[in-house]
C-alpha cells in the first residue's frame, strides 16, 4: 500500500492534511459547531485528551488566541506547541491532573469544556464502553469544577448498552443534553458526541474531586432509568448532507477539479507510545514469536542500552 491509499480512503485525513489540520477529528468539532454554535461567546476553553492537537488548533483560532493563550490542553500524551494553547501532560482521572486544571480557572471560569479522549480499545465491547464512560466522567467531573453557569461541555461518547445512565448524569448538571453525530464521524462507528448546553447544577451541589459520578450511592434519585426520571435524548446528525461521507473511498482527483498532490501530516506526534517498537523494528529487534513446539507464544526482544 502506497502513502496515498490512506488519503483516498479517509477524505477528511486527507483534507485534514490539506488544510493545516493536526487531526482529522478538527472536522467534527467545526461539524459539531456548525449545528450548535458552541464558540458563540467563548474566550475561554478547556480541550481534555487534546493531542495531537486538532481541536486545540480549532480552539485556538476560534477564542481569538495567540499569545497569553486562553485554551488549555490536557493529554497522556506530550503534544507540539500551538499558539495561545497552555498544555498539561497527565491523566485527566487522577486527581493530581485534574487539580491542576482546576487551579488554571481558580476565579476566572472557563465558558466550555470538550473532551474527545479515547481509550486504547480492546475490540471487548463492555469493556471499551466502560473505559469510555470513565473518561467522559473523569472530564464532566472536571467541568463541574472549571465551568461558567451557563457553560457549554461536549464530550465523546459510545453509543453502548448503558448510555442512557450516562445521558441521565449529564441531564443532571446541563439543562440540554443532545447526542449529535458529525458526518466526519464513520457511520460503522460506535462513537458520538453529548452536546451539553446550559450548565446549570441543581441547587446546593458542590463539585468534590472525590465523589466517583458513576457511584449508585452518589443520589440514587437521580441515576433511575426507568420512569419519569427516564432520560431519553435527542440524537442529531450534524454538518452539510452534501459534505464527503467519511464512511466511502474517493478518488484523488477530489470534484473541484484541482490535482491530487501528496500533503505530510501537519505534525506527527512528538511523542508516540508507538517509538519504541519503531526503534526496535528499525533495528531488526523486534519482538518475534518464538514457537516451542507444545508451550505457550512468548516475544523476546530487548530495548537497545
Ligand atoms: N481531539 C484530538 C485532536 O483533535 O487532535 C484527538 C484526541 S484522540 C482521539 C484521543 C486522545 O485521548 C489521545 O491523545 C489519548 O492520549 C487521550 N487520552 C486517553 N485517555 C486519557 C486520559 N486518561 N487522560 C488524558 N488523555 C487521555
Known amino acids: 500500500m502506497g502513502r496515498t491509499s490512506k488519503d483516498k480512503r479517509d477524505v477528511y485525513y486527507r483534507l485534514a492534511k490539506e488544510n493545516g489540520w493536526r487531526a482529522r477529528s478538527a472536522f467534527k468539532l ?6 450548535f454554535q458552541l464558540f458563540q461567546g467563548v474566550t475561554r476553553a478547556v480541550d481534555l485528551c487534546a493531542a495531537p492537537g486538532g481541536w486545540s488548533q480549532v480552539l485556538s483560532q476560534k477564542t481569538g488566541g495567540q499569545e497569553g493563550g486562553q485554551v488549555l490542553a490536557v493529554d497522556l500524551q506530550a503534544m507540539a506547541p500551538l499558539p495561545g494553547v497552555t498544555q498539561i501532560q497527565g491523566d485527566i482521572t487522577q486527581l493530581s491532573t485534574a487539580k491542576e486544571i482546576i487551579q488554571h480557572f481558580q476565579g476566572c471560569p472557563a465558558d466550555l469544556v470538550v473532551c474527545d479522549g479515547a481509550p486504547d480499545v480492546t475490540g471487548l465491547h463492555d469493556v471499551d464502553e466502560y473505559m469510555q464512560a ?3 466522567l473523569a472530564a464532566l467531573n472536571i467541568a463541574t469544577h472549571v465551568l461558567k453557569p451557563g ?4 464530550a465523546k461518547i459510545f453509543r453502548g448498552r448503558d448510555v442512557t445512565l450516562l445521558y441521565s448524569q449529564l441531564r443532571i448538571f446541563f439543562s440540554s443534553v443532545l447526542c449529535a453525530k458529525p458526518k466526519s464521524s464513520r457511520n460503522s462507528s460506535i462513537e458520538a458526541f453529548a452536546v451539553c448546553q446550559g450548565y446549570d447544577p441543581p441547587e446546593g451541589f458542590k463539585p468534590d474531586l472525590s465523589k466517583p459520578l458513576l457511584d449508585h450511592s452518589y443520589d440514587p434519585d437521580f441515576n433511575q432509568l426507568d420512569g419519569p426520571t427516564r432520560v431519553i435524548v435527542p440524537f442529531v446528525t450534524c454538518g452539510d448532507l452534501s459534505a464527503y461521507d467519511s464512511d466511502c473511498s474517493y478518488p484523488l482527483d477530489l470534484q473541484d477539479g484541482s490535482k491530487y498532490r501528496y500533503t505530510p501530516p501537519t505534525q506527527p506526534p512528538i511523542s508516540p507510545p508507538y517509538q519504541e517498537a519503531c526503534t526496535l523494528k528499525k533495528m531488526g529487534r523486534l519482538a518475534k514469536e518464538v514457537r516451542p513446539e507444545d ?10 542500552q
Open 295 to 304: 508451550g505457550p507464544i512468548s516475544r523476546a526482544a530487548t530495548m537497545p
Open 30 to 35: 467545526l461539524q459539531l459547531d456548525e449545528e
Open 134 to 136: 470513565q473518561l467522559l
Open 151 to 154: 457553560g457549554c461541555f461536549v
